[in-house]
């Protein structure tokens, strides 16, 4: 996350210093684009940190899944012994052994510790 902060920051001084460059806009218009650009920036932290956000959340989920606990998905109680988790599409999924579960694809997002 860092990285996006600090490659947000530094588009940003770039583009003040552009603006400020360039001697066809007037004051206000430059004022206008850098609080636009001040809001952009603003706007990219604010997913970023919302995105860090839920990603810790579904590591702690998945850290749970694997050592066993129970988690509540829908109207199902996911534990390792009638699913697994598949990463690259961060779902559950049912296993074929258990008839009550089996073809069910549930996404992390819509779990909870029980």
Do not use: H, W
């Not at 809001?39 to 810790?56: H, T």
């Not at 998905?73 to 579960?101: H, I, M, P, W």
């Amino acid at each position: 996350m860092i990285r996006v902060i600090i490659f947000t920051i530094l588009a940003l001084v770039l583009i003040a210093f552009i603006i400020a460059r360039i001697e066809s806009l007037s004051k206000n218009t430059k004022i206008i684009i850098c609080v636009l650009c001040t809001l952009l920036v603003a706007g990219v932290i604010i997913y970023q940190l919302s995105v860090d956000k839920r990603s810790d959340i579904n590591r702690e989920l998945v850290s749970l899944f694997g050592r066993g606990e129970k988690l509540v998905c829908k109207k199902y109680e996911v534990d390792n012994t009638k699913f697994n988790y598949v990463g690259g599409t961060k779902v559950f999924v049912g296993l074929d052994n258990f008839s009550d579960v089996k073809g069910v694809v549930i996404p992390i997002e819509e779990c909870r510790l029980k």
